[in-house]
């Protein structure tokens, strides 16, 4: 891909096609190559999401680039896009829900459910008022 320096009056956008996934059903993880233009010049990045489709993780960049750096989407170019394996992860927001740790050895993610509110399992059990308070701490 080459980039030419041209007035927008000049460029003529030929075709527009979206681009869907095959398998919706697994998560993934994406690398977004980005050049974006901010108040004090042109800033190349790399970020990655974790998404299931590659139009969300481009919705959460875009989202993303706006409340963090305050960039327009029309100053933003996406470069490249991949997806990522969990052993190569970079960033450590994406790297905590991945199967491997900082050095790509296995490790089991786990999701602790630390305040649970025990229901009544039938209408006829239920009462307004209860003797106790809940207890909603559980190891």
Do not use: C
């Not at 680039?65 to 960039?71: C, S």
């Not at 394996?85 to 459910?113: C, S």
């Amino acid at each position: 891909m080459q980039y030419r320096n041209m007035k927008k009056t000049t460029g003529e956008i030929l075709d527009v096609n979206e681009i869907r996934e095959k398998n919706t059903s697994d998560i993934k993880n994406y690398g977004v190559w980005l050049r974006y233009d901010s108040r004090t010049g042109t800033h190349n990045m790399y970020r990655e999401y974790r998404s299931l489709t590659l139009n969300n993780a481009i919705d959460t960049m875009y989202a993303e680039m706006a409340g963090r750096h305050r960039a327009r989407p029309r100053s933003i170019q996406i470069i490249r896009t991949s997806i990522v394996e969990d052993k190569e992860v970079k960033r450590p927001n994406i790297l905590q829900f991945a199967n491997v740790d900082g050095e790509g050895n296995p490790k089991e993610v786990k999701f602790p459910l630390p305040h649970r509110i025990v229901r009544a399992p039938k209408k006829s059990m239920r009462t307004t008022f209860k003797a106790s308070r809940p207890s909603t701490h559980f190891h």
